[in-house]
């Protein structure tokens, strides 16, 4: 599995694995990756965030490394600039979306395609998600977003909202659409079976990719499938328990610490060098 470290990809999270509480990457872990690299390693990222959002870290990938969006509904090529995979939410998003903003009324949220983002509802909690993704979205009463192309909803709520979410969306009578926790403070609808993992899967049969080990890190509930279908999937100190419990490693250090780094020193010596 680890015989050819140039047939060896790490996909790493960001929020709480890549990036440190500072949203920043580790200068630990940036030399590490450039080690990697230099050794014939890939390294790239999985994400929730959009084709536009993940721009201010762009300069993290190297040349035709495709990057996993929308938390698994989308694969880009940042390099040829071409969308390489996509599994839309079906028509019946836009009314359970509907559904649960009347049943909520103090939470925000966004509509993510891959020609922008579309904030339907801007509490303080969305605005908070704005200033992270560095974007200036599109503000759009939810009946006015374009049909089709939706790849994920994301919803932003105080925290003690989070259970009550969890609970209503729960009895939604719809089994096309599931939801997973990103944050303390966002919850998405995604496309049902969608996931990172589902995208790590559809990764491994894209051209050049075929016959790759796959390594794959993260910290919360949203990357829990990608680090189950990875070939060796790890967390960080800082990972949520659930992470933990199905790990195949579990790192000493946090994402402050350069758990990244840790993780390709792992690889590394797995592959004998």
């Not at 403070?185 to 589902?198: C, V």
Request: aromatic letters at 8%; proline letters at 4%; hydrophobic letters at 35%.
């Amino acid at each position: 599995m680890f015989e050819d470290i140039s047939k060896v990809i790490i996909l790493s999270d960001m929020d709480g694995t890549l990036l440190n509480s500072r949203k920043q990457v580790t200068d630990t872990d940036l030399a590490a990756i450039r080690r990697f690299r230099e050794l014939g390693g890939s390294f790239s990222v999985a994400t929730g965030r959009t084709i536009q959002s993940f721009e201010q870290y762009r300069w993290l990938l190297e040349e035709g490394c495709p990057v996993i969006m929308y938390n698994g509904a989308a694969i880009h090529d940042y390099t040829s600039g071409e969308t390489l995979y996509t599994h839309p939410l079906p028509p019946e998003a836009r009314s359970l979306t509907e559904e649960i903003l009347n049943a909520m009324p103090q939470v925000g949220g966004e509509v993510l395609r891959t020609d922008d983002t579309y904030v339907f509802r801007n509490n303080d909690y969305q605005k908070l998600h704005t200033r992270i993704c560095g974007i200036t979205p599109r503000y759009s009463g939810l009946t006015e977003i374009p049909e089709g192309g939706w790849l994920k909803v994301l919803f932003s709520m105080a925290p003690e909202d989070i259970l009550h979410m969890e609970i209503l969306t729960k009895q939604l009578d719809c089994d096309t659409v599931s939801f997973v926790k990103s944050s303390d403070i966002f919850y998405e609808m995604l496309p049902r079976g969608i996931s990172k993992g589902s995208a790590l899967e559809v990764y491994r049969t894209l051209p050049g990719w075929e016959g790759y080990t796959f390594v794959s890190v993260g910290d919360f509930d949203n990357d829990l499938e990608m680090i189950q279908a990875a070939d060796l999937g790890a967390c960080p100190a800082n990972a949520e328990d659930v992470v933990k419990e199905n790990a195949g490693l579990v790192l000493t250090r946090s994402c402050d610490e350069g758990a990244v780094a840790e993780l390709i020193e792992e690889v590394i010596r797995k592959c004998g060098l």
